[in-house]
């Protein structure tokens, strides 16, 4: 069974820094492109970053120069470094892996930015 499980979130304040953490089970995690995701109360879901599986690595305009994505494939897992945040990153943030026509999300992890 795929699994996609999602940690690091939190209670930040306005400049702060987490690192959101996504551990891939049940999948060859080398062969997905794996993408962080995130979700405001009310808003739609947006993409915030991208880590393809031939290395290149992509961003939301919002948070270029602040957040940075990283994958570990010995250890199935993705990473969010999230620093420089603002209220505005408040959210649900979400992991995605997607191959071909395969696609699987993860429950999501909650990031407040607030004082």
């Known amino acids: 069974q795929v699994q996609l499980v999602e940690s690091g979130g939190g209670l930040v304040q306005p400049g702060g820094s987490l690192k959101l953490s996504c551990a891939a089970s049940g999948m060859s995690f080398r062969i997905y492109d794996t993408f962080w995701y995130r979700q405001a109360p009310g808003k739609q879901r947006d993409l915030v970053a991208g880590?393809?599986?031939?290395?290149?690595?992509n961003y939301a305009d919002s948070v270029k120069g602040r957040f940075t994505i990283s994958r570990d494939n010995a250890k199935n897992s993705v990473y969010l470094q999230m620093n420089s945040l603002k209220p505005e990153d408040t959210a649900v943030y979400y992991c995605?892996?997607?191959?071909?026509?395969?696609?699987?999300w993860g429950q999501g992890t909650q990031v407040t930015v607030s004082s």
């Open positions: 995605y892996a997607q191959s071909g026509s395969r696609s699987y």
């Open positions: 880590s393809r599986r031939s290395g290149t690595t």
